[in-house]
């Protein structure tokens, strides 16, 4: 029984953690309040059995206590407000411990009787006029055992006993008894009409399993019966359970508010990839892929091209030099990136916020709104995640080798032309000044050596360089995509850190709070539908 109650308990707990920070604080709470009461509770042994009589002033709860009790320990009086502290009666052996607990100092112990194991408390009114007396009624409700409401002729219909307490009390019918007390100054006839009408509205109340007894305290008519019911309970030993197990239950129920039984469909993959392509637009992914292509090509010709045009290219500046990107990758620098512009911004946004309305469809409040705030709660960290990523990505390969080898190719052709030149200036300066030719010129196929040497060396660079020019071209088409696959994978490890995985924990939460709630309110692991 009680490992039944046990195990429905560390499923609350659970329940509770998961709670934390996602239900109402004041829901949590008090669902860690249950959890640690019935710790107590359990702790300080289910062999004692707590009653207290409750119910509104001079309902003759003092004289009921007295009566069973066989003491004139508590107070009877026509004068209000009464004490403002329970009296305890305790029958047999439990200790103080659990007195001590509920911290009722007065006390009286009734030694050999029948009922060994109860405890039986007189409670302040209910509705007394100090606010002092209903906290500690109220107080005391949530950690007895079983209460029996003591009414009177009356009052038995006051809204102040039905709408504040009954009515909210419907998983407590197990640890409930009704005594309509002062029955002696009903006629007989009256008695039962009234009993009657009392039970409607226990009906009312959803409470229609809860015995009602008619007594009357100062007479002693119905006492038996009651002592009988109150004896039955202690003998079971199981009212504790009964009452913690009843908390259990509307405590799970209110945590599992939010609980439905579909599962979430999760994150869908269109919606991810939606997500990964916003973010790497606004990382400026596409802007850093352009600049590779460029900043290869611009080197490939400062290395390869035509050494008397290298002065063109060497305008411009390096492209990813000047974002900052490239050569070693560092993820702690941030780059020069311009930044998402504001519709860049405001897609990512969208693309996340569908994402999570997509992940928590299905699900009832307050869940998809906790799945839209664990998907956007590192918002602010994104700008610097996406920059990282962009900044250590492999951006700056090697250059390629034979890129050497051309230039030095490149400077060979450009000094056999420059060889030429020189030798054909010399030789007009010679025929300038009208001196007689003092070196042979030598000629091959007919061409004079220095044009020969000046036309084929510029020829020469000037082909090498186109045909450079078209390997680089393809080189920075290949290198720009390797970058953009390596971007890419560095945005998806933002996205999953920052978007995908807190929303999928949130789900998890979910599922984990709803199992918990389902285990605390039945006590069995039951099958869980869905998995993710
Ligand atoms: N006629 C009648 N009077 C009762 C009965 N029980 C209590 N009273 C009286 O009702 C008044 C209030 O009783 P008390 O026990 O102090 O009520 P409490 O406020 O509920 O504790 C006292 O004057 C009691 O004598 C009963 O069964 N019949
Ligand atoms: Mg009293």
Redesign the pocket.
Known sequence: MSGKLDRRLVALADAVEVADGRLEPGIVERARGVVARAGKRLGLGVDATVVA?A????????????ALAGTEL?????R?P?TATAAGAVWGQPGDGLLDWLEVPRRHRIEGADTDGLVLL?LP?FDSVQVGHRLEVERLLEMIDLVVW?V?PQKYADSSLHDRYLRALSDYEQTMVVAL?????LEPGNRDACRADLERLLREDGLSAVPVLT?????G?GLDDLRRVLERRVAARSAAVDRLAADVTTTASVLAAGCSDDAAPGIGRADRQRVVESLAEAAGVYTVTRAVALAHRRRGSLATGWPFLRWVRRLRPDPLRRLRLGSRPDPDLRTSLPGPTALQSAQAAAAVRSLANGAAVGLSAPWPSLVRRAATRSEDQLADGLDRAVAGADLDPPRPRWWRLVGVLQALFAIVALAGGLWLLVLAALGFLHIPDVLPLPEVEGIPLPTLLLGAGLLAGMLVALLARTFNRVGARRRARAAAVSMNRRVEEVASQLVIQPVEAELAAHDRLCAATRRALTGRSGMRRGSR
């Open positions: 009589l119910g509104p002033t001079g309902s003759g709860k003092s004289t009921l206590f007295n508590s107070e009877v009086s026509r209000r009464t007189d009114d003591v009177d007390n002062q029955s002696d100054l007594i009357s305290a100062r007479r008519d």
